[in-house]
């Protein structure tokens, strides 16, 4: 059921809720969190779409935020709300409700989106896009527990998780952290079955996949070896090498959906380790709203104090080989013989 407000209030919007869910019989409110996404008109769809898909496993109320770009200094004076309200098959398992803001509204979102949490239920904010520096200091981000964001949608990853790591607050987390729940649990688990001393590791991945660093910061900060950071033709990450006394440990996977685990003196062995989907990776983060702590650690550790890319070796230039001498001329006495 889709019901359209233009011109309208929070007010309205909470009043059109409860009629909706009377004329499609579920007036109670079985919802366990309010997410707000904070968004623009070009990525609205695909966050929507990955919210809704996650709302099976969180029933929650969804607030879509979109800042409407006002191209005229009349139309930037015209503080409108518009709204959009969904609930039931619309969407997913809790209710949706799609804001556009316009004019001088667009400064005081968090007036209009705090009416419309639900009460007594955390709140989480995610930026697909365009995430603040400051997240906890945002207006939008001050009313949530979690604040998500996505540093593989910035233009310089690294230079982002620098900006992320000197403005953390407890509750800030990263879909590019969550990306590599598998690799880190893969990875403890090999480190538990053998005690083997890490001298150093590396890490393989796309040179654009702020995943690998924080892979790469994870490893320095916790097992207190070198590490380095090399770059792959992907797709995201890899591979990472741990390198011991015993031999090298290996978790190797090229093609994006099956790893391969080496590990000194046992057999190589095949391990599930695909690469999720955005609605998979926000279903993980909702499950938990207490701070990262391990995060945290391992963004403040800082890309700088990770170990140097070994350079290549020069190809060694060959060479040059010396022109053939001209054969002598026989002596006239040889000659005569």
């Not at 019901?3 to 909706?20: C, F, H, P, Y």
């Not at 705090?114 to 997240?135: G, Y």
């Not at 490893?219 to 797709?235: E, M």
């Not at 990262?292 to 391992?298: G, I, L, M, Q, V």
Request: charged share 25%; aromatic share 2%.
């Amino acid at each position: 059921m889709k019901i359209d407000l233009t011109e309208t209030n929070s007010s309205k919007i909470n009043a059109a809720l409860v009629k909706a869910r009377r004329d499609i019989g579920t007036p109670a409110i079985g919802m366990v969190l309010t997410l707000v996404i904070v968004t623009d008109e070009e990525n609205a769809y695909d966050a929507l779409k990955s919210a809704n898909d996650a709302s099976h496993e969180h029933p929650s109320r969804i607030v879509v935020v979109i800042k409407r770009v006002s191209r005229s200094p009349r139309s930037r004076r015209d503080a409108r709300l518009d709204a959009e309200v969904r609930v039931g098959a619309d969407s997913g398992t809790g209710e949706t409700v799609v804001l556009r803001l316009h004019g001088e509204l667009v400064d005081h979102a968090q007036s209009v989106v705090l009416p419309l949490l639900l009460p007594d239920a955390p709140v989480v904010v995610w930026w697909p896009e365009n995430a603040p520096t400051d997240l906890a200091g945002d207006p939008l981000g001050a009313l949530g527990q979690r604040r998500i964001t996505d540093t593989y949608s910035c233009e310089d990853p690294t230079e982002a998780l620098g900006s992320r790591a000197a403005a953390y607050a407890p509750g800030d987390t990263d879909l590019s952290w969550t990306r590599i729940t598998p690799w880190r649990s893969m990875l403890a688990a090999a480190l538990d079955q053998q005690t083997l001393s890490v001298a150093s590791a590396t890490v393989e991945g796309e040179s654009e996949n702020p995943s690998c660093e924080l892979l790469a910061m994870w490893l320095a900060d916790r097992l207190k070896v070198p590490v380095r950071r090399t770059p792959s033709a992907g797709p995201g990450l890899t591979a990472v090498r741990l390198e011991t006394k015993d031999g090298t440990i290996v978790l190797d996977r090229a093609d994006g959906a099956l790893a391969t685990l080496c590990m000194p003196g046992q057999p190589d062995r095949a391990v599930a380790l695909k690469r999720r989907d955005t609605a998979e990776l926000l279903a993980e983060e909702l499950r938990r709203l207490d701070p990262d702590n391990t995060y945290e650690a391992s963004l403040k550790f800082g890309v700088a104090k990770l170990a140097p890319e070994s350079a290549a070796p020069a190809p060694a230039e060959e060479a040059p080989v010396p022109a053939p001498k001209p054969a002598a001329k026989p002596s006239k006495k040889a000659a005569a013989k």
